[in-house]
């Protein structure tokens, strides 16, 4: 019985041993599982952490190898062809003028007693703008009256005698000669015309630079006794440089301002063009030469003696495609015009050109070389080349 027992404890001892082992064992599968998991999950981490360096790098790789490829394009400016209206015109600065002048003084100089115009006042040709004190003309008129006289008296008598036989011919010819001279001296003295100071043409006095009491000579300085313009007529009297002259035209439209017309303009033409040139200043060398425009249709506000800019209409285009003069480049070998287009994948193609009507900023392109909204390059260099690659200057809004 007893070794019964021992028996039975011994294998319960056994069983409960092998329980614990298990329960060991199945702990060591447990905890080796867990560790297992935990172990995978960090691999994985790693994993994507490998993956998003790779991808920065490749990332980074692209954008340097991007930039590499911009770093060795030209970086350059572009203007578009635009449809637009074209005027070649000259432009000019000149005083407004009537369109006929005359400065009025006397050859006398004796003291003025009476004025009879203002300026401003409309005057008839003939019209009577001032009288002078000739009262020492009539003196001399009158001795000169009485020379006349004696002078014809004694050549009278001398002609009688001389038919007669009755003088010598150098007596003669000295009696007649005082007569001619007399007669001469006598027909200089026509007092009315010294006396009234007359205006040579119609028009408005637009100076009066003398004073009652004063001599004909004592005026403004040193200017004519009066000025008078015909203001129904204005004109322009410019000087064109020598440059220029060759595209100025009997006929061609003028358009003036000025500040007295404010946003205003008025219409001319050009009417006459000097056939000599002169001399622009002291200090230059170039040669002006006077063109003469006549304004058409004269605004209230513009009066004689202004200062006006004429721009003379040379010649006109509409709706042509054009380009910035910026954009031409001239081939030092052959002369030609050239642009550089620039196409959507920033690719050069040069283009030669034939140019027509220029302005200050544009230029006409003939021939359709050049389409409305093609971009060009502005201010090319000679290191660009037809087919190279650029990058388009875009600025910042």
Do not use: C, W
Request: proline residues 2%; charged residues 30%; negative net charge.
């Amino acid at each position: 019985m007893g070794d019964k027992k021992e028996k039975e404890d011994k294998a319960v001892k056994a069983a409960k041993a092998t329980k614990i082992v298990n329960q060991s064992e199945n702990t060591e599968v447990f905890v080796r599982t867990n560790a297992g998991r935990k172990r995978g999950k960090a691999s994985k981490a790693k994993i994507f952490i490998a993956l998003g360096v790779v991808i920065a790098l490749l990332a980074g790789l692209g954008y340097f190898m991007s930039t590499r490829n911009t770093e060795h394009r030209p970086l350059v400016s572009v203007g578009a062809v635009e449809l637009m209206d074209l005027e070649e015109t000259v432009s000019i600065r000149g005083t407004i003028q009537g369109s006929e002048s005359a400065d009025v003084s006397s050859a006398l100089n004796y003291k003025i007693t009476a004025i009879y115009v203002k300026e401003g006042d409309t005057v008839k040709k003939d019209q009577v703008l001032a009288t002078l004190d000739v009262s020492d003309l009539q003196d001399q008129y009158n001795k000169a009256a009485l020379a006349l006289r004696e002078s014809t008296r004694a050549y009278e008598s001398a002609e009688a005698l001389y038919e007669e036989g009755a003088m010598a011919r150098e007596e003669y010819l000295k009696l007649k000669a005082a007569y001619d001279g007399d007669k001469l001296n006598m027909s200089s003295f026509n007092i009315a015309d010294k006396k009234n100071i007359k205006s040579p043409i119609s028009g408005t006095v637009t100076r009066v630079n003398v004073n009652v009491g004063r001599y004909a000579s004592d005026t403004e300085k040193g200017q004519a006794m009066f000025v008078v313009e015909n203001l129904e007529d204005l004109q322009m009297k410019v000087r064109i440089g020598e440059y220029d002259i060759s595209k100025i035209k009997v006929g061609q439209e003028v358009t003036i301002t000025a500040d007295v017309l404010g946003k205003e303009s008025v219409a001319g033409v050009v009417s006459s063009i000097s056939p000599t040139g002169e001399e622009k200043d002291m200090t230059s060398s170039e040669k002006v030469i006077p063109v003469v425009i006549d304004i058409e249709k004269s605004d209230k506000n513009l009066i004689a003696g202004v200062t006006a800019k004429a721009t003379i209409l040379i010649d006109r285009r509409d709706n042509v495609p054009a380009i910035s003069f910026d954009a031409i480049i001239q081939d030092p070998e052959t002369g030609d015009n050239l642009v550089f287009v620039v196409d959507e994948e920033e690719t050069l193609r040069r283009v030669a050109v034939e140019l027509g009507l220029e302005t200050n900023i544009y230029v006409e392109v003939l021939g359709g070389a050049l389409k409305d909204g093609e971009q060009v390059v502005l201010a090319p260099t000679f290191d660009l080349e037809d087919g190279m690659l650029v990058t388009v200057n875009t600025p910042a809004n």
